[in-house]
């Protein structure tokens, strides 16, 4: 082994625990109203119960999982108030993003968007699912860091991850959610952005909103539990 080889990367465990747990939630395996019982998650993991007990504390500070009395931590179940909550949260957010960041983003900063935006059709043409779902968020993300504004950032990251679980519980009773969308609304996006355009990028993102709350809201139960 070569002594200029890049050091190993050491992470904390429970890193590693909440990495395996958000991505069982996103992708339906522990599903909606499911109790995560602490020593359970340890022994199958085989771990100490600490590192199970702060990867649920972030999954909660994501909004993937809750703490309900004599209950415990249960993963969240989402209605039709979180899809319109998470979804203004959304819009609000990619709207002040480009107007903080179109008149002074560099060409490869708005290159990087139209890259993305290319990125997730390829995506969705190549039929995985959960491909596309990733290569959306990325596309969003590739706007929204435009502002270069680390709380911004934070705070739609974790609308991100709370976007994911929505659809998959939306594709569980409507499968057509698994399809491509409108391809002209993400691109109108792109287009927008890439060209400067703060009016055109604004309606682009708030027809792109609309579009998907009428698109996903039938296939959410009407629930607030």
Not at 13 to 42: C, H
Not at 95 to 120: G, I, K
Request: glycine share 4%; proline share 3%.
């Amino acid at each position: 082994m070569s002594a200029q080889s890049d050091p190993l990367e050491f992470r904390p465990i429970w890193e590693l625990v909440l990495e395996r747990l958000r991505a069982a939630i996103l992708t339906g395996e522990l599903s909606g109203g499911l109790k995560l019982i602490e020593s359970e998650i340890a022994d199958k993991f085989g771990v100490s119960r600490g590192p199970v007990r702060e990867a649920l504390r972030e999954l909660a500070r994501e909004g993937l999982v809750i703490d309900l009395p004599r209950r415990g931590t249960v993963v969240c179940t989402i209605t039709q108030a979180d899809l319109m909550e998470v979804y203004a949260v959304r819009e609000a957010l990619e709207v002040q993003a480009v107007r903080d960041s179109l008149e002074f983003a560099t060409a490869p900063e708005l290159a990087a968007v139209e890259t993305a935006h290319q990125a997730m059709v390829e995506a969705y043409a190549s039929k995985s699912w959960s491909d596309a779902v990733n290569a959306d968020k990325d596309f969003h993300r590739a706007i929204v860091q435009l502002a270069k504004n680390s709380r911004l950032s934070s705070m739609y990251e974790l609308m991100a991850h709370q976007t994911l679980l929505l659809l998959v519980t939306a594709s569980k009773t409507d499968l057509s959610l698994m399809a491509a969308p409108l391809d002209e609304i993400h691109k109108s996006m792109a287009v927008a952005v890439v060209a400067r355009d703060l009016g055109a990028a604004t309606d682009a993102i708030r027809h792109h909103y609309q579009y998907t709350r009428l698109r996903i809201l039938p296939a959410l139960d009407l629930t607030t539990d």
